[in-house]
């Protein structure tokens, strides 16, 4: 049993934890309250001292929508960045979430662009609840940002995105992908050090009139580069610009497994009328040295599948597939898009040998359904990657020999429906069909691409 003197010393004790409990509230709270009062009367409080650190990004923080009302088409592509910024008033901590809205309005019937634009939204959060105290929204100015000593980030592995609309028999498919660099300016506090966003966007246009010939009948390319000011988590920049070079001569290339997106695969599938167009796009990075100066770049070669189908018929009309390459400085420094070329590789059989399959990738497969009536059409691919290296062999490094390939296997299915058949299956088709295409590795250039038809089954309803 407590003394009478242990029981005066334990309420002492409790009275004195008490007193330091409220002093630090009564010193505490009146800097949340300014702080929390000011974001009640004027939105989201003054903040700085932001950081940029990789491991908070996310993994896919590009998406895109295109839509189209009458004769404008419509592309909004949005970014998010997420910034570890304090208060000026109270320091608290706070997480702010930097999201970049660029929007590309197009006339459908003359392809002109009608407005390009880009905007910013910041969300800020306290760190300590995650409580949001509000968001601003501001228009970067289009000014050039002097930048230096930028580096690559690779944290993206999900860095793109696709989309295709129609109007009457035009269809435009737009394909957007995202690169980050950080630029240090060697200053002690960081105030100065910048952090460097570019898209490229390919579209693609069609005139399905042309069926059976080939529809595509134009290719734009833009590109966008935005700058933000890290020490602010501030946009200072966004810059449209249309790129209309090509690539100087390259050559010298390198591809690494591990330099490669986890998710390089995209797919979309449209119907008009009875044609049903799927177009499939997939990416690779190589690393290449321009002939005059012998600079490396970042190589990164699209390749674009298409086939065209009658829902009525089911036959396949047309089979396509086109490359685009773009080139990028590696430093953002030395500037953004070097040049795109665009080509039709051949359909030749190329001989292979001692191929083995890369893993690097995570997310090899998508899948789509249209209809139309009762008939339904669901596609499905998947990818597969071989490095095939001949008698010259390979270094330990990973850099090619000249007559090394790269091999993307694409296995794509097709189940046909009819759902006037129900409570009976209704599957009256389905189909594999195999796309082969081989990249020379030594000068990052898809040599050729074969469709080869492989029957599963194929009957009828009785």
Known sequence: ?????????????????????????????????????QVNQEGVPPYGDCTFNAADQAEDPVSMNTVRSGKVAKTVLTEKEIFRCFTEQGN???????????EIYENMTTRDIVLKQAEVIACAKLNATGALLGCDGYKPTTDTIPLGDCNEETYITHPQEMNTVFRGNTVKTIEAEKW????????????????????????????????????????NIESLRCVTLIDEAFVESCQFASV?????????????????????????????????KTVIAEKEIFRCDLVQGGTQFITEVTTIAEIYEDIASQFVIRKDVEVITCGLFENADQGGVLGCDDYIPTTDQIPLANCNALTYLTHPQEMNTVSKGKTVKTIEIQKEVFRCNFSDGEDPEGDAF???????????SEIWEDLSLLPDDPVVLEFVEGLTCVTLVDLAFVE???????????FLPE
């Open 402 to 412: 000249p007559d090394d390939k790269k091999v993307e296997q694409y296995i794509i």
């Open 180 to 219: 980050v660099w950080t630029c240090n300016f060697g200053t002690s506090a960081l105030i100065d050090d910048k952090k460097v966003e570019q898209y490229i966007i390919k579209e693609i246009w069609e005139d399905l009139r042309n069926l059976p010939d080939n529809p595509v009948e134009e290719r």
């Open 244 to 276: 209309t070079g090509g690539l100087p001569e390259y050559g010298n290339c390198i591809f690494v497994a591990s330099g490669q997106y986890e998710d390089p695969l995209s797919m979309n599938t449209i119907r008009k009328g009875d044609i049903v």
């Open 92 to 102: 608290l901590p706070l997480i702010v979430h930097v999201n970049t809205v660029a």
């Open 448 to 458: 050729s691409c074969r469709y080869e038809f492989a029957p599963l089954q194929e």
């Open 1 to 37: 049993m407590e003394t009478s003197h242990e029981q005066r010393l334990r309420k002492c004790l409790g009275i004195e934890f008490g007193a330091l409990l409220l002093l630090a509230f009564v010193i505490v709270q009146p800097l949340m309250q300014t702080t929390l009062a």
